[in-house]
């Protein structure tokens, strides 16, 4: 007997978004369960539009998005229950106290209250937040911010989570810690889904990655198989998606 396929944490088919010229493009794509991808594409690729009509924040004007089997456009509130975003500008509420926001934010996903404080404490905890649990938001520095805001997108215990350039103004430190955070969601077989210019951090974090050029995807693997794909040996991730850019824009 065959085994089942197992069903893929996101699956899109055919999506398109066009403004005033298409920014999504018939774009295909499968991430598998479990597994740490990074996107990455020159500005204007469509990486942010692919990712917030994902997220349900934008409306495609075709195609199909599916995350662990749930259509999104069908059901757009049980994707979203199973789904986190993070922007690259934090959205929290300044004049509460990062306790209270996820306070707020577990509230909003109808999480019991006992164990709406214990996920909060264990966030506030894991990064870094807790001597400034009880401070207002609005002093923070965009670091700071950009931790509260992602223990607010984890609250929920996502199992799909959406990162656009989450380390884009953390310091080091701060970026050492998401980072940490990130892979310990993926070893707990949690999925994650990231942007980034720092191609460094893709090099390092991702199991696959997938090169986004004019809206369409048109290279993903291992960092050996796009190398392969380039024709460069042993090249830095930055030289290979050079490189493969280049390809595109030579063949469009």
């Known amino acids: 007997m065959h085994q089942p396929l197992p069903i893929a944490a996101l699956d899109v088919r055919g999506l398109c978004k066009r403004f005033d010229r298409p920014a999504v493009d018939g774009l295909d794509l499968t991430i598998r369960k479990g597994e740490f991808y990074g996107l990455l594409g020159p500005n204007g690729a469509g990486k942010t539009t692919t990712l917030r009509m994902v997220a349900g924040l934008l409306k495609p004007d075709a195609g199909s998005i599916s995350v662990f089997g749930v259509d999104a456009l069908a059901d757009p509130v049980e994707a979203k229950r199973i789904t986190a975003w993070v922007s690259d500008e934090p ?7 990062p306790y209270e926001y996820l306070e707020f934010v577990a509230g909003l996903w109808s999480i019991d209250a006992g164990e709406a404080e214990q996920r909060a404490n264990e966030l506030l905890d894991w990064l870094g937040l807790r001597p400034h649990a009880h401070e207002r938001c609005e002093g923070f520095s965009k670091g700071m911010r950009q931790k509260v805001a992602l223990a607010g997108a984890l609250v929920h215990d996502p199992m799909l989570i959406i990162l656009d350039e989450p380390l884009t103004g953390l310091d080091a430190g701060s970026a050492r810690q998401v980072k940490n955070v990130l892979r310990e969601r993926v070893a707990a077989g949690g999925t994650v889904i990231m942007t980034t210019h720092i191609l460094e951090v893709a090099e390092r974090m991702a199991d696959r990655i997938g090169v986004i050029a004019g809206g369409r995807l048109i290279a993903q693997g291992t960092l050996d198989e796009l190398r392969i794909k380039a024709g460069k040996g ?10 493969l850019v280049a390809e595109q824009a030579q063949a469009a």
Request: charged fraction near 30%; proline fraction near 0%; glycine fraction near 0%.
């Open 234 to 243: 042993d090249s830095s991730l930055e030289d290979t998606f050079l490189t």
């Open 91 to 97: 959205m929290i509420y300044d004049k509460l106290t």
